[in-house]
Protein backbone atom coordinates (compact mmCIF):
# COMPACT_ATOMS: atom_id res chain seq x y z
CA UNK A 1 0.00 0.00 0.00
CA UNK A 2 1.12 3.84 -0.77
CA UNK A 3 3.07 5.20 1.93
CA UNK A 4 1.22 8.41 3.55
CA UNK A 5 1.52 10.85 6.20
CA UNK A 6 -1.28 12.23 7.87
CA UNK A 7 -1.26 15.40 10.72
CA UNK A 8 -4.30 15.28 12.89
CA UNK A 9 -4.25 17.34 16.13
CA UNK A 10 -4.62 14.56 19.17
CA UNK A 11 -6.61 17.25 21.07
CA UNK A 12 -9.02 19.89 20.38
CA UNK A 13 -11.43 22.13 22.25
CA UNK A 14 -15.03 21.84 21.51
CA UNK A 15 -15.64 23.96 18.72
CA UNK A 16 -12.02 24.56 18.09
CA UNK A 17 -11.12 25.20 14.38
CA UNK A 18 -8.55 22.20 13.13
CA UNK A 19 -6.31 22.14 10.10
CA UNK A 20 -5.93 18.70 8.89
CA UNK A 21 -2.86 17.53 6.65
CA UNK A 22 -2.36 14.77 4.50
CA UNK A 23 0.60 13.59 2.37
CA UNK A 24 0.53 10.72 0.03
CA UNK A 25 3.05 8.45 -2.06
CA UNK A 26 2.34 8.39 -5.75
CA UNK A 27 3.75 9.28 -9.07
CA UNK A 28 0.65 10.70 -10.38
CA UNK A 29 1.64 9.97 -14.10
CA UNK A 30 -0.54 12.68 -16.41
CA UNK A 31 -0.87 10.68 -19.27
CA UNK A 32 0.54 12.98 -21.33
CA UNK A 33 4.17 12.41 -21.50
CA UNK A 34 6.12 9.83 -23.64
CA UNK A 35 8.34 7.34 -22.35
CA UNK A 36 11.80 6.80 -24.06
CA UNK A 37 10.53 5.36 -27.31
CA UNK A 38 8.16 7.83 -27.74
CA UNK A 39 4.88 6.32 -27.22
CA UNK A 40 2.65 7.88 -24.40
CA UNK A 41 3.07 6.71 -20.46
CA UNK A 42 -0.66 5.74 -19.85
CA UNK A 43 -2.15 7.93 -17.42
CA UNK A 44 -2.03 6.82 -13.45
CA UNK A 45 -3.08 9.41 -11.26
CA UNK A 46 -5.46 9.30 -7.94
CA UNK A 47 -8.96 10.66 -9.10
CA UNK A 48 -10.64 11.05 -5.61
CA UNK A 49 -9.93 11.68 -2.07
CA UNK A 50 -12.47 11.97 0.77
CA UNK A 51 -12.24 12.44 4.56
CA UNK A 52 -14.89 11.04 7.08
CA UNK A 53 -15.35 12.30 10.42
CA UNK A 54 -17.19 9.37 12.10
CA UNK A 55 -18.47 7.81 9.48
CA UNK A 56 -19.81 11.33 8.25
CA UNK A 57 -18.03 12.86 4.92
CA UNK A 58 -16.81 16.35 5.98
CA UNK A 59 -14.09 17.05 2.80
CA UNK A 60 -14.02 15.63 -0.56
CA UNK A 61 -11.58 16.35 -3.57
CA UNK A 62 -11.23 15.36 -6.80
CA UNK A 63 -7.90 15.09 -8.71
CA UNK A 64 -6.71 15.68 -11.77
CA UNK A 65 -3.71 14.73 -14.02
CA UNK A 66 -1.94 18.59 -13.43
CA UNK A 67 -1.57 17.65 -9.75
CA UNK A 68 1.66 17.22 -8.99
CA UNK A 69 3.27 13.65 -7.73
CA UNK A 70 2.96 12.99 -4.05
CA UNK A 71 -0.11 14.79 -3.34
CA UNK A 72 -0.46 17.27 -0.31
CA UNK A 73 -3.68 18.26 0.85
CA UNK A 74 -4.63 20.11 3.40
CA UNK A 75 -7.76 21.60 4.85
CA UNK A 76 -10.23 22.26 8.14
CA UNK A 77 -13.21 21.45 10.15
CA UNK A 78 -14.64 22.22 13.32
CA UNK A 79 -13.87 19.42 16.21
CA UNK A 80 -17.37 18.16 17.28
CA UNK A 81 -16.87 15.06 19.05
CA UNK A 82 -14.01 12.38 20.19
CA UNK A 83 -13.81 9.64 17.37
CA UNK A 84 -11.44 8.75 14.23
CA UNK A 85 -11.00 10.77 10.69
CA UNK A 86 -10.64 8.01 7.92
CA UNK A 87 -8.64 9.36 4.87
CA UNK A 88 -9.50 7.15 1.57
CA UNK A 89 -7.59 7.87 -1.76
CA UNK A 90 -8.90 6.02 -5.29
CA UNK A 91 -7.33 6.19 -8.40
CA UNK A 92 -6.46 4.70 -11.48
CA UNK A 93 -5.42 0.60 -12.07
CA UNK A 94 -7.80 0.15 -9.36
CA UNK A 95 -5.66 2.51 -6.72
CA UNK A 96 -6.74 2.45 -3.05
CA UNK A 97 -5.40 2.88 -0.18
CA UNK A 98 -6.58 4.70 3.62
CA UNK A 99 -5.64 5.50 6.99
CA UNK A 100 -7.04 6.61 9.81
CA UNK A 101 -6.19 9.55 13.14
CA UNK A 102 -7.99 9.57 16.23
CA UNK A 103 -8.87 12.89 17.49
CA UNK A 104 -9.82 13.37 21.22
CA UNK A 105 -12.42 16.96 21.74
CA UNK A 106 -12.63 18.52 25.42
CA UNK B 1 55.09 55.76 0.47
CA UNK B 2 51.77 56.69 -0.77
CA UNK B 3 52.24 55.64 -4.34
CA UNK B 4 53.16 52.41 -2.56
CA UNK B 5 50.01 52.31 -0.54
CA UNK B 6 48.17 52.93 -3.66
CA UNK B 7 49.97 50.37 -5.45
CA UNK B 8 48.88 47.73 -2.93
CA UNK B 9 45.57 48.50 -2.98
CA UNK B 10 45.81 48.33 -6.57
CA UNK B 11 47.29 44.87 -6.20
CA UNK B 12 44.63 43.84 -4.02
CA UNK B 13 41.35 45.17 -5.87
CA UNK B 14 43.46 43.09 -8.96
CA UNK B 15 43.73 39.86 -7.11
CA UNK B 16 39.80 39.86 -6.07
CA UNK B 17 38.91 40.15 -9.47
CA UNK B 18 40.86 37.66 -10.84
CA UNK B 19 40.49 34.98 -8.18
CA UNK B 20 36.86 34.39 -6.76
CA UNK B 21 36.92 34.55 -3.42
CA UNK B 22 35.78 31.91 -1.28
CA UNK B 23 32.76 32.88 0.93
CA UNK B 24 34.03 33.52 4.48
CA UNK B 25 33.04 31.10 6.74
CA UNK B 26 30.47 33.25 8.61
CA UNK B 27 28.52 34.79 5.37
CA UNK B 28 27.62 30.89 4.63
CA UNK B 29 23.70 30.46 3.76
CA UNK B 30 22.02 27.30 3.31
CA UNK B 31 19.35 26.84 0.05
CA UNK B 32 16.70 26.89 2.73
CA UNK B 33 17.81 30.44 3.58
CA UNK B 34 16.76 31.40 -0.46
CA UNK B 35 13.42 29.45 -0.58
CA UNK B 36 9.78 31.23 0.28
CA UNK B 37 8.01 30.93 3.22
CA UNK B 38 5.74 28.29 2.53
CA UNK B 39 8.67 25.61 0.71
CA UNK B 40 10.14 26.15 4.36
CA UNK B 41 7.38 25.11 6.28
CA UNK B 42 7.22 22.46 3.84
CA UNK B 43 10.58 20.75 5.29
CA UNK B 44 10.02 21.85 8.70
CA UNK B 45 7.01 20.01 9.37
CA UNK B 46 7.71 15.99 9.36
CA UNK B 47 4.40 15.24 8.00
CA UNK B 48 4.50 18.06 5.25
CA UNK B 49 7.98 17.01 3.91
CA UNK B 50 7.74 14.60 0.80
CA UNK B 51 10.88 13.44 0.96
CA UNK B 52 9.87 11.46 4.81
CA UNK B 53 7.85 9.31 2.50
CA UNK B 54 11.05 7.97 1.87
CA UNK B 55 12.17 8.00 5.04
CA UNK B 56 9.54 5.92 5.89
CA UNK B 57 10.53 3.28 3.47
CA UNK B 58 14.24 3.34 4.23
CA UNK B 59 13.22 2.28 7.82
CA UNK B 60 10.96 -0.29 6.60
CA UNK B 61 14.11 -1.66 3.91
CA UNK B 62 16.51 -1.12 7.18
CA UNK B 63 14.90 -4.15 8.67
CA UNK B 64 14.62 -6.55 5.65
CA UNK B 65 16.92 -9.02 5.00
CA UNK B 66 17.97 -9.58 1.67
CA UNK B 67 20.05 -10.79 -0.58
CA UNK B 68 22.42 -14.89 -0.33
CA UNK B 69 23.53 -14.01 3.45
CA UNK B 70 19.88 -13.67 4.52
CA UNK B 71 21.29 -10.58 6.56
CA UNK B 72 19.40 -6.83 7.00
CA UNK B 73 21.06 -3.71 7.95
CA UNK B 74 19.92 -4.20 11.33
CA UNK B 75 21.02 -7.04 11.73
CA UNK B 76 24.90 -5.70 11.90
CA UNK B 77 24.20 -1.86 12.73
CA UNK B 78 21.41 -2.30 15.09
CA UNK B 79 18.82 0.39 15.43
CA UNK B 80 19.87 3.17 13.27
CA UNK B 81 18.84 6.09 15.13
CA UNK B 82 21.98 5.59 17.03
CA UNK B 83 24.42 3.67 15.10
CA UNK B 84 23.80 6.06 11.91
CA UNK B 85 23.58 9.14 14.07
CA UNK B 86 26.53 11.37 12.62
CA UNK B 87 27.30 9.65 9.73
CA UNK B 88 25.78 11.22 6.67
CA UNK B 89 27.75 14.07 8.19
CA UNK B 90 30.83 12.62 7.84
CA UNK B 91 30.37 11.11 4.01
CA UNK B 92 31.94 11.04 1.73
CA UNK B 93 34.86 9.68 3.65
CA UNK B 94 38.17 7.85 2.63
CA UNK B 95 37.63 3.88 2.26
CA UNK B 96 41.13 2.17 2.44
CA UNK B 97 39.75 -0.82 0.74
CA UNK B 98 38.71 1.41 -2.41
CA UNK B 99 41.70 3.70 -1.53
CA UNK B 100 39.66 6.78 -2.41
CA UNK B 101 36.87 8.48 -0.61
CA UNK B 102 33.12 7.12 -1.37
CA UNK B 103 29.57 8.70 -0.79
CA UNK B 104 26.80 7.03 1.28
CA UNK B 105 25.62 5.55 -2.14
CA UNK B 106 28.92 3.65 -2.18
CA UNK B 107 28.96 2.87 1.19
CA UNK B 108 25.40 1.43 1.25
CA UNK B 109 26.43 -0.76 -2.06
CA UNK B 110 29.14 -2.11 -0.79
CA UNK B 111 27.24 -3.23 2.70
CA UNK B 112 24.91 -5.02 -0.24
CA UNK B 113 27.38 -6.80 -2.34
CA UNK B 114 30.25 -7.80 0.72
CA UNK B 115 27.74 -8.26 3.70
CA UNK B 116 24.29 -8.94 2.39
CA UNK B 117 25.92 -10.67 -0.54
CA UNK B 118 23.10 -9.33 -2.85
CA UNK B 119 23.12 -7.09 -6.07
CA UNK B 120 23.58 -3.53 -5.84
CA UNK B 121 20.91 -0.89 -5.99
CA UNK B 122 21.16 1.26 -9.04
CA UNK B 123 21.38 5.14 -8.56
CA UNK B 124 18.28 6.89 -8.07
CA UNK B 125 16.47 3.91 -7.59
CA UNK B 126 13.56 4.37 -5.32
CA UNK B 127 15.32 2.00 -2.61
CA UNK B 128 18.61 3.16 -2.57
CA UNK B 129 17.47 6.86 -2.42
CA UNK B 130 15.14 5.47 0.52
CA UNK B 131 17.88 4.71 2.53
CA UNK B 132 20.29 7.01 2.16
CA UNK B 133 17.36 9.26 3.19
CA UNK B 134 17.13 7.07 6.11
CA UNK B 135 20.63 6.79 7.49
CA UNK B 136 20.94 10.53 6.60
CA UNK B 137 17.45 12.09 8.48
CA UNK B 138 19.29 10.62 11.46
CA UNK B 139 22.17 13.12 11.54
CA UNK B 140 19.61 15.98 10.90
CA UNK B 141 20.89 19.35 12.54
CA UNK B 142 23.87 17.91 13.01
CA UNK B 143 27.23 19.79 11.54
CA UNK B 144 28.80 18.20 8.74
CA UNK B 145 32.36 17.23 9.78
CA UNK B 146 34.55 15.99 6.62
CA UNK B 147 38.17 14.84 7.40
CA UNK B 148 40.77 17.38 6.22
CA UNK B 149 43.73 15.11 6.33
CA UNK B 150 46.46 13.45 4.09
CA UNK B 151 44.48 10.76 2.98
CA UNK B 152 41.34 12.99 1.78
CA UNK B 153 43.26 16.34 0.71
CA UNK B 154 44.44 14.94 -2.80
CA UNK B 155 40.80 14.50 -3.86
CA UNK B 156 39.44 17.82 -1.64
CA UNK B 157 42.14 19.24 -4.33
CA UNK B 158 40.54 17.34 -7.19
CA UNK B 159 37.12 18.29 -6.29
CA UNK B 160 38.30 21.95 -5.94
CA UNK B 161 40.14 22.09 -9.22
CA UNK B 162 37.22 21.02 -10.89
CA UNK B 163 35.11 23.54 -8.74
CA UNK B 164 37.09 26.12 -10.14
CA UNK B 165 36.87 24.72 -13.93
CA UNK B 166 35.63 26.52 -16.12
CA UNK B 167 33.48 23.68 -18.30
CA UNK B 168 30.79 23.49 -21.36
CA UNK B 169 29.87 25.29 -24.30
CA UNK B 170 28.94 28.09 -21.75
CA UNK B 171 32.26 28.36 -20.36
CA UNK B 172 30.90 28.48 -16.96
CA UNK B 173 32.62 27.33 -13.59
CA UNK B 174 30.38 26.14 -10.42
CA UNK B 175 32.00 29.45 -8.84
CA UNK B 176 31.41 31.61 -11.23
CA UNK B 177 27.68 31.59 -10.11
CA UNK B 178 27.89 29.84 -6.59
CA UNK B 179 30.94 31.71 -5.25
CA UNK B 180 30.52 35.06 -7.41
CA UNK B 181 27.00 35.58 -7.81
CA UNK B 182 25.02 33.91 -5.38
CA UNK B 183 22.08 35.93 -4.25
CA UNK B 184 21.65 37.00 -7.79
CA UNK B 185 18.91 35.83 -10.67
CA UNK B 186 18.96 33.07 -12.74
CA UNK B 187 15.91 32.87 -14.79
CA UNK B 188 14.32 34.56 -12.00
CA UNK B 189 14.92 31.71 -9.79
CA UNK B 190 17.78 33.15 -6.82
CA UNK B 191 21.45 31.65 -7.32
CA UNK B 192 22.19 29.66 -4.25
CA UNK B 193 25.96 29.07 -2.51
CA UNK B 194 25.80 25.33 -3.61
CA UNK B 195 26.13 24.21 -0.11
CA UNK B 196 25.22 20.63 -0.22
CA UNK B 197 23.69 19.95 3.30
CA UNK B 198 19.87 18.46 2.98
CA UNK B 199 20.87 15.48 -0.15
CA UNK B 200 19.53 13.20 -0.63
CA UNK B 201 16.60 15.86 -1.00
CA UNK B 202 12.60 16.36 -2.61
CA UNK B 203 12.88 19.01 -5.56
CA UNK B 204 9.26 19.74 -6.00
CA UNK B 205 10.63 20.27 -9.89
CA UNK B 206 11.65 17.31 -9.82
CA UNK B 207 8.80 15.94 -7.89
CA UNK B 208 10.95 13.59 -6.56
CA UNK B 209 13.38 12.68 -4.28
CA UNK B 210 16.91 12.76 -5.79
CA UNK B 211 20.39 12.64 -4.74
CA UNK B 212 23.12 15.39 -4.92
CA UNK B 213 24.71 13.72 -8.18
CA UNK B 214 21.32 13.98 -9.90
CA UNK B 215 22.04 17.53 -8.79
CA UNK B 216 25.31 17.63 -10.33
CA UNK B 217 24.27 16.06 -13.19
CA UNK B 218 21.56 18.83 -13.70
CA UNK B 219 24.09 21.82 -13.57
CA UNK B 220 26.19 20.09 -15.48
CA UNK B 221 23.73 19.71 -18.19
CA UNK B 222 22.80 23.56 -17.65
CA UNK B 223 26.29 24.64 -18.46
CA UNK B 224 26.23 22.44 -21.90
CA UNK B 225 29.20 20.41 -20.36
CA UNK B 226 29.26 16.84 -20.69
CA UNK B 227 27.91 14.46 -17.69
CA UNK B 228 29.62 11.85 -15.65
CA UNK B 229 28.02 8.86 -15.17
CA UNK B 230 26.37 8.08 -11.60
CA UNK B 231 29.23 7.08 -9.44
CA UNK B 232 31.93 8.24 -11.02
CA UNK B 233 35.51 9.40 -8.96
CA UNK B 234 34.68 12.49 -10.54
CA UNK B 235 31.33 13.52 -8.94
CA UNK B 236 32.53 11.98 -5.73
CA UNK B 237 35.21 14.09 -5.48
CA UNK B 238 32.89 16.93 -6.16
CA UNK B 239 31.03 16.57 -3.58
CA UNK B 240 33.81 15.58 -1.01
CA UNK B 241 34.98 19.18 -1.48
CA UNK B 242 31.37 20.74 -1.55
CA UNK B 243 30.56 19.09 1.58
CA UNK B 244 34.19 19.95 3.19
CA UNK B 245 32.82 23.41 1.94
CA UNK B 246 29.80 23.23 3.90
CA UNK B 247 32.10 22.16 7.45
CA UNK B 248 29.78 22.77 10.55
CA UNK B 249 26.37 23.69 8.68
CA UNK B 250 24.01 21.69 10.06
CA UNK B 251 22.70 18.52 7.93
CA UNK B 252 19.14 18.88 6.25
CA UNK B 253 18.16 15.67 5.37
CA UNK B 254 16.08 15.19 3.91
CA UNK B 255 15.46 18.87 2.87
CA UNK B 256 12.94 20.20 0.29
CA UNK B 257 14.34 23.16 -2.60
CA UNK B 258 12.14 24.46 -5.18
Known sequence: MARALINVPAKAKRGEVIEIKTLISHNMETGFRPDNTGKPVPRDIITEFVCKYNGEEIFRAELFPAISANPFLTFFTIATESGTLNFEWTGDNGFSASESANITVE | MRSGAVAAVATAVLAATAIAAEIPLADRKSG?????????AMQDDDTANPGMLWVLDGEALWKRKDGAAGKSCADCHGDAQTSMKGVAARYPTFNAARGRPIDLEQRVNMCRTDQQQSTPLPFE???????????????????????????????????????????????????LCHEDNWGQKLAGAPIPQGHATGYPLYRLEWQSLGSLQRRLRNC???MRAQSYTFGAPEYVDL???????ARGMPVETPAVRP
Open chain 2, 32 to 40: YDFMGRETR
Open chain 2, 125 to 175: SKDLLALTAYVGRQSRGMPIDIADDERTRPFLQAGRDMFNQRQGQLNLSCA
Open chain 2, 220 to 222: LVG
Open chain 2, 239 to 245: ELFLMWR
